[in-house]
């Protein structure tokens, strides 16, 4: 979900909240993206997409002159970045719920760590790649310094991009010591780095750990370079930040409704999210969005459907198999709608509707025109389809909890 929101100056700064696809969010994300890159860089996304999994919801965005943000990036520095996360998480606190967990990538690492000191709701932080004195990113710019300190800026090229860099830039960095306020935060960190990372050695972890108070943990990353290029490095990344997180910020318990009976739903008095205990499965219902739910979870009437496909295809495998027939694999596709009634009770009422299962049967395999005439008839004799066809009652049985 695209989002917008101002900075300390006034302008607005773009970002994106991705959230879980099955959940409310149980805690917040504020993610600082690298030197010069913006939020859709691919190892951010990634990181993003394994914390949804997680049932983070997590907000990455451009900072001040980069991206889609507003601002002239040459005029923002470091202490602007850190501004501007203290600005993100005002603005996830005003409409959402104030960022539990802090991650910053490279230079993002130590804003994380400055922006952590000043958002107190923030409870732990994770650095990827991270610096442990902030003029190590001069080296980045070393051919241009003498300009930029004779000119008072200069042109540089970063990954193959042009950027102005003015002299105050590099007097904000050389005014902020990272271990110093990492030394005075009390809070849980995560530091990861990888020995292979030739743009911000690994004794740069080393020295952040060190000045890092307990608890503290560091993971090496082996084999990943210091952008996280591979897709399997970063989401490795977001699923151990993830992980990790669960220990040191509050996740609340999601429902687990217990019965005799073997499907028991329960449901909170908002809503229509509906947690769902079928023997030792977990499942959740919903509704869709335009019904006023969430959407995190097939509708009652999806899962009926469920049953009926799947019950068709189990049954006609079962028939296939025991014939020995070659039948590869069986897809069984089902709709379901209300329709007027052809022959009902009730014809005299034009409204009158008949629940209508539209069923078809895609057969895979080396199958005579007999075989599968057969199949598709034993089709009709799944149990489910029977129940369907056939009357039902239900016993009630009420029971009130005061």
Excluded at 93 to 119: D, T, V
Excluded at 168 to 193: A, Y
Excluded at 258 to 279: E, F, N, R
Aim: glycine share 6%.
């Amino acid at each position: 979900m695209k989002i917008n929101f101002p900075n300390s100056d006034g302008e607005e700064l773009t970002g994106y909240l991705d959230l879980p696809t099955n959940q409310v969010p149980h805690n917040y994300v504020l993610f600082a993206h690298c030197f010069t890159c913006n939020k859709n860089f691919l190892a951010v996304k990634n990181i993003c997409r394994a914390l949804n999994l997680k049932g983070f919801g997590v907000l990455r965005f451009d900072f001040t002159g980069l991206g889609e943000s507003e601002g002239e990036f040459e005029n923002s520095n470091f202490s602007g970045n850190v501004e501007d996360l203290i600005s993100a998480g005002d603005f996830l606190r005003a409409q959402y719920k104030a960022p539990a967990l802090l991650i910053g990538h490279s230079l993002g690492g130590a804003a994380a760590i400055f922006a952590a000191h000043e958002i107190e709701e923030v409870t732990a932080i994770a650095t990827i790649g991270a610096p442990s004195t902030l003029t190590h990113v001069t080296h980045l710019i070393k051919d241009n310094l003498e300009e930029i300190k004779r000119k008072g800026m200069a042109s540089v090229n970063i990954g193959g991009r042009p950027f102005k860099i003015k002299k105050q830039f590099l007097d904000d960095l050389e005014s902020k010591n990272v271990k110093t306020i990492l030394s005075k935060l009390r809070k849980s960190i995560l530091i990861l780095h990888s020995p292979q990372d030739f743009t911000v050695e690994i004794k740069n972890a080393e020295e952040l750990y060190v000045a890092a108070r307990h608890p503290k943990s560091f993971v090496s990353l082996d084999g990943a370079n210091h952008l996280l290029s591979k897709r399997e490095d970063s989401m490795y990344v977001g699923e151990l930040i993830g992980s990790w997180a669960y220990r040191y910020i509050d996740i609340p318990e999601v429902p687990q409704p217990s019965s005799q009976h073997k499907v028991v739903a329960q449901l909170a008095d908002q809503g229509y999210t509906t947690y769902v205990k079928a023997g030792r499965h977990d499942l959740i219902a919903d509704e869709p969005v335009s019904f006023g739910g969430n959407d995190f979870g097939p509708t009652p009437y999806d899962y009926l459907s469920v049953a009926l496909a799947t019950c068709t295809s189990m049954t006609i495998q079962m028939y296939a198999r025991r014939k020995k027939w070659n039948l590869d694999f069986v897809e069984t596709h089902v709709n379901h709608s209300k329709t007027h009634a052809i022959d009902c009770d009730n014809c005299e009422n034009t409204a009158a509707k008949i629940d209508t299962f539209e069923r078809e049967i895609i057969l895979t395999g080396e199958l005579t025109e007999d075989q599968k005439t057969k199949i598709l008839e034993i089709a009709d004799k799944c149990p489910v389809h029977k129940t369907l066809n056939n009357p039902v009652q239900i016993i009630k049985k009420e029971h009130t909890d005061n």
